[in-house]
């Protein structure tokens, strides 16, 4: 697909962001949202009856990729050299604990418009088992094991020349697996496995990607439905957002979308890629 600069996604406001803002530093915007989880576990609990297992994370990732994808398809780009630049497939990267220590690895799940919430399944649970492993790194998270063999200050001259290099100059460095979709459209972290509520994760300087989102702990909460109060199962969503890509609209219909999504989790059994062929067929 041609890397051209498209209008579209030029808009007045991002080619200005790109100039008045650094990579995320200044142009950092924050938001929160609540999710009523009570269909998604029912969700997870009849397909292990039926001996599937699906997990919280997987579903919450089928969900952000499909709002990427159908949503608010114009926030799937990157910035370079001042022009923001349309991804050709919609990823997601997720962050796993290595398995015994306190490390992070992690993945990017990529291709996710294609795919039923089943076929994520089956993926992440291969990926994430290799990423546990110790001694297993994909693609750009590589790196850090790199930098963390230098000396001080060489690794800080290493990391800004990488900087420099792949944010600045906009482009790849192969030696380190950096390209600009190494991080894919956007991250994903489960904060609510540490009994986390609320987090903001930074937005890693040299991953070029707009968005994080942290999924918090489910906790019940009184709610109001039909005038009365019940009692729901909630879980808090924060993200972090890049400012030169994301406003407040934006924003909205991200956490409209996943909050959609994921009150109705059997939708995500068909791949967005289908639904928006049949949308482009209907017109």
Not at 179 to 194: E, K, L, P, R
């Amino acid at each position: 697909m041609s890397k051209k600069k498209n209008n579209n996604y030029n808009t007045p406001w991002r080619k200005s962001a790109s100039a008045i803002y650094k990579k995320a530093v200044d142009g950092r915007i924050y938001g929160t949202f609540e999710v009523e989880m009570d269909p998604v576990l029912d969700y997870i609990k009849r397909n292990k009856e039926k001996g599937t297992r699906i997990t919280i994370t997987q579903i919450a990732m089928a969900a952000i990729g499909r709002a990427i994808a159908i949503d608010i398809p114009d926030v799937n780009v990157y910035i370079k050299r001042g022009n923001v630049i349309k991804r050709d497939n919609v990823g997601v990267f997720t962050a796993v604990m290595k398995s015994g220590s306190s490390e992070m690895g992690g993945f990017v799940l990529r291709n996710i418009e294609d795919k039923g919430i089943f076929d994520i399944t089956k993926e992440m649970d291969e990926r994430v088992a290799k990423s546990k492993q110790a001694n297993h790194e994909e693609g750009a998270t590589q790196s850090k094991n790199i930098l963390a063999s230098l000396g001080w200050p060489l690794r800080n001259w290493v990391y800004n020349f990488v900087h420099w290099w792949h944010i600045i100059l906009g482009k790849e460095l192969k030696a380190m697996n950096i390209s600009h979709d190494s991080f894919g459209s956007a991250m994903v972290t489960n904060i609510g496995h540490h009994d986390l509520q609320f987090g903001f994760p930074a937005l890693l300087p040299i991953a070029n990607i707009p968005f994080i989102i942290a999924l918090g702990k489910i906790e019940d909460k009184p709610v109001v439905r039909d005038g009365e109060i019940v009692i729901r199962k909630i879980m808090p969503t924060a993200a972090t957002l890049d400012h030169r890509i994301f406003d407040g609209s934006q924003g909205g219909l991200l956490a409209a979308a996943v909050r959609r999504y994921l009150l109705d989790p059997a939708c995500l059994e068909i791949p967005a890629a289908e639904i928006l062929k049949k949308q482009e067929e209907e017109k």
